[in-house]
T-cell receptor
């Protein structure tokens, strides 16, 4: 069965510092992975995806993520956090072509000035 | 383009009442999805439609039915609402099934069942 874990409910960083939001997954077969962001009272917005190819994926708003097959991880990173990055972040995983994604429980990112 | 729209934005139901959540997309996407979001549980897929004329169950389909009315519209029906269905419901669409394409989400419907 597919699963995805975001081990931290909340991540706190100071503005200007690098940030990492962790995600690990379990699937049979080759995974495809997504990061989405949700601002208060809004729907989810796509940030980036890994389907195949380079392990380092660059996305919107300066975010990037590294696919690590041996550690089954897909951590979200940004070199310099902004207060406006404060939001709820979701990792999602799928495999095959079923149309189904499994979402993690979400990590709240708090960036303080 | 409006993207993905959902109606209503808020709804309060009494136990046993029925209602239909409406979703429409104007991006000519083939695939559409219904999720529910509960605190600490992320998003869970209720039903999805890979293409017009097809629907399939997701993780938590019990108590729900769906209709893919046409390529644009995908509705979710609660026949007899229960307090356990209190949640925020999101509709999403993608060009095809998610292997290659990201999903675009609507603004959500906040449903309370008393």
């Amino acid at each position: 069965a597919q699963s995805v874990a975001q081990p931290e409910d909340q991540v706190n960083v100071a503005e200007g510092n690098p940030l990492t939001v962790k995600c690990t997954y379990s699937v049979s077969g080759n995974p495809y992975l997504f990061w989405y962001v949700q601002y208060p009272n809004r729907g989810l917005q796509f940030l980036l995806k890994y389907i195949t190819g380079d392990n380092l994926v660059k996305g919107s708003y300066g975010f990037e993520a590294e696919f690590n097959k041996s550690q089954t991880s897909f951590h979200l990173k940004k070199p310099s956090a902004l207060v406006s990055d404060s939001a709820l972040y979701f990792c999602a995983v799928g495999s095959g072509n079923t149309g189904k994604l499994i979402f993690g429980q979400g990590t709240t990112l708090q960036v303080k000035p | 383009n409006a993207g993905v729209t959902q109606t209503p934005k808020f709804q309060v139901l009494k136990t046993g009442q029925s209602m239909t959540l409406q979703c429409a997309q104007d991006m000519n996407h083939n695939s559409m999805y219904w999720y529910r979001q509960d605190p600490g549980m992320g998003l869970r897929l209720i039903y999805y439609s890979a293409s017009e004329g097809t629907t399939d169950k997701g993780e938590v389909p019990n108590g729900y039915n769906v209709s893919r009315l046409n390529k644009r519209e995908f509705s979710l029906r609660l026949e007899s609402a229960a307090p356990s269905q209190t949640s925020v419901y999101f509709c999403a669409s993608s060009e095809q099934t998610p292997r290659y394409y990201e999903q675009y989400f609507g603004p959500g419907t906040r449903l309370t069942v008393t």
